[in-house]
């Protein structure tokens, strides 16, 4: 992969050798937290990759320590204690992103680099093949303030380890470590975190170097198979975390998340 970006915005760098396209999440100080100027850094990236026929594979993979911690409470909470917009924030922005990157005919590989989160648990999942550090770990975070999984996490984990293991991840809240996740089909693969970065390289380069009409038709058909209903699904989500953000439970939740503090939900 080149040493220079070839394209550099605010959250996001874009680097680029011969058909392989690498996408660099670049909020390291805030662990890649989604927020609405990474989301617009994003979109834009990926829709010319879309458009790019010289582009035949794309990697998605995260600065620093993290993967995609998910949303940045800081950027979509308002400071004067206003309304968490759903709308603005899934459907302006997350929906398009997930969808893209499903629809998008040319494979896609989330090299998960450290911790995904929330929605960057959608994010990683939203690709074709996903592979991790075995240090990384995956955590469906919603419900640790009063949430629902969004951003297409609700489909993305039962189509890939179906309703058990879903329901377990999206009611605990607990954290799947990558090996762990490789283990129940979540992801991929899980590599020593040495090795990492130079087999994602090579899976990146093989991709690339493929039948690239192969790969686009092979992805329209799981995507009818998997996910034919992924738009009318996505607005469900939409219209569920909408209805959680007036809860008292999410106040609850955003409260002792930004004070550091065990949340006491009421179920209110």
């Not at 080149?2 to 680029?16: D, G, I, K, M, Q």
């Not at 392989?20 to 609405?36: D, H, Q, T, V």
């Not at 911690?69 to 992103?97: R, S």
């Not at 799947?176 to 090795?195: H, S």
Request: glycine fraction near 8%; aromatic fraction near 8%; include cysteine.
């Amino acid at each position: 992969m080149s040493e220079e970006p070839a394209r550099r915005l605010e959250t996001v760098e874009l680097y680029r050798t011969g058909a392989a396209a690498k996408i660099i999440l670049n909020r390291p100080e805030r662990m890649n937290a989604w927020s609405s100027t990474m989301s617009r850094d994003l979109l834009d990236v990926l829709r010319d990759l879309a458009d790019d026929d010289s582009v035949r594979a794309v990697m998605l993979t995260g600065a620093g320590r993290a993967f995609c911690t998910g949303a940045d409470l800081k950027d979509a909470v308002p400071a004067d204690g206003g309304h968490f917009d759903t709308d603005e924030i899934l459907i302006h922005w997350y929906h398009p992103i997930v969808t893209l990157i499903r629809e998008m005919p040319k494979p896609v590989i989330s090299a998960v680099n450290g911790p995904a989160a929330g929605a960057g648990v959608s994010l990683a999942l939203s690709a074709d093949l996903v592979v991790a550090k075995e240090s990384a770990y995956f955590l469906l975070a919603f419900v640790n303030i009063g949430l629902v999984p969004d951003a297409g996490s609700s489909l993305f984990v039962p189509a890939r380890i179906g309703f058990a293991r879903a329901a377990e991840m999206a009611m605990l809240g607990e954290r799947v470590p990558a090996q762990k996740a490789a283990d129940i089909g979540l992801i991929n693969t899980a590599w020593p975190d040495d090795e990492f970065e130079n087999n994602a390289e090579a899976l990146l380069t093989r991709l690339s170097n493929g039948p690239t009409q192969s790969y686009a038709g092979s992805k329209r058909e799981l995507n009818h198979w998997m996910y034919a209903r992924m738009a009318e699904h996505l607005a469900l989500e939409a219209k569920l975390q909408g209805e959680m953000t007036h809860t008292k439970d999410f106040a609850e939740g955003v409260a002792a998340f930004l004070e550091k503090r065990p949340a006491s939900f009421t179920g209110k």
